[in-house]
């Protein structure tokens, strides 16, 4: 549920102010993809360090890399040119 | 109940007598497969580079998959293997193989390899287990099958239903549009859909209905 608030939240501010682009030449996608990795995975094993165990911070976890995935990270993409914003 | 759960038992105890290193790394990569860090990999992946409403609605089509899995779970509440048989299982699991009808069809036409692949992914991933074993081939199949059921349906076909499903669907609007949702119901009835989309506009739509035409077709619109 957490990833699913997390996305929802994320793809509806990603339309609203990103709206990027998964076109794109091939070295941008591959260091889209690489960037976007490591951040995810450090997300995913930092934050279950760094948080308590719990239901709730379980929840605030998955939220936050859903987050992360579908929003922040086309921002991050965008604001980098790797990424293309379309109108 | 007791019977069916100690058929699994025995069945995979008699699999996991096959050995061999190939056979075991390929179901490493298969159990790999059903792994969550898996789709973090697969998922953005499509959603990054590739296409981005594809991946979307495969986020979506996953996450309702790993619900209704684990709804399944809980309303069976059958116990796990090592619970019910913790003295059975041994370290080495193997299978020869996995058999696949060639390009099997439903009732009406359809092509069934989505489901069966999910059917053998589940039962694979059932098949190779620790010691002691922690799933049953059964749940494989029931656990994948019908969660990843996915079909298409053109505007005018009558979709293929199991009995009693509890699935998410991918269908085709009008214009062609792929539109996951959540079908549950019986073969014989009107199911119910709700389907939970990024729409194009960026905002998430669930919407539900019940079907007046068995299912020929798939009304936009609803609960914003």
Same mark, same amino acid.
């Given at each position: ?87 | ?84 048989? #913790?003295?059975?299982?041994?370290? *080495?699991?193997?299978?020869? @193989? ?7 069809? !439903? $009732? &009406? %036409? ?80 009107? #199911?119910?859909?709700?389907?939970? *989309?990024?729409?194009?506009? @960026? ?7 019940? !079907? $007046? &035409? %068995? ?10």
């Amino acid at each position: 549920m957490g990833t699913l608030l997390g996305m929802g939240v994320g793809l509806t501010l990603e339309g609203e102010f990103v709206r990027f682009s998964s076109g794109g030449v091939i070295w941008k996608r591959m260091l889209r993809f690489l960037l976007g990795f490591v951040i995810t995975f450090g997300l995913y094993f930092g934050l279950s360090e760094a948080l308590p165990t719990g239901l709730h911070f379980r929840f605030l976890r998955y939220g936050l890399i859903g987050l992360w995935g579908s929003f922040f990270a086309p921002l991050v993409f965008v604001k980098t040119k790797l990424a293309q914003q379309v109108s | 109940m007791e019977a069916l759960l100690a058929w699994g038992i025995d069945f995979i105890v008699w699999i996991q007598a096959f050995s061999s290193p190939f056979l075991d790394g390929v179901f490493k990569a298969i159990t790999f497969l059903g792994d969550e860090k898996f789709y973090l990999i697969l998922l953005p992946l499509i959603f990054w580079c590739l296409n981005k409403g594809l991946g979307a609605k495969l986020v979506f089509l996953f996450l309702f998959s790993a619900y209704a899995n684990n709804s399944l779970k809980d309303i069976f509440r059958a116990p796990r293997p090592c619970q019910f048989a #913790p003295d059975k299982g041994k370290s *080495h699991r193997r299978v020869r @193989g996995i058999w696949l009808p060639k390009r099997p069809r !439903s $009732r &009406d %036409g359809r092509r069934l390899g989505v489901p069966l692949l999910a059917s053998a992914q589940g039962m694979a991933m059932g098949l190779r287990n620790r010691h002691p074993p922690t799933r049953r081939p059964l749940e494989g199949i029931f656990g994948r099958a019908l969660p990843t059921r996915c079909h298409r349906r053109p505007h005018n076909s009558r979709a293929f239903r199991p009995p009693l499903h509890l699935a998410p669907a991918i269908c085709y609007d009008k214009d062609r549009r792929a539109i996951p949702y959540f079908e549950a119901g019986t073969g014989c009835s009107r #199911p119910s859909c709700f389907s939970l *989309h990024p729409s194009d506009q @960026g905002y998430i739509r669930l919407h539900g209905h019940t !079907s $007046r &035409d %068995g299912g020929r077709s798939h009304t936009r619109g609803g609960i914003r």
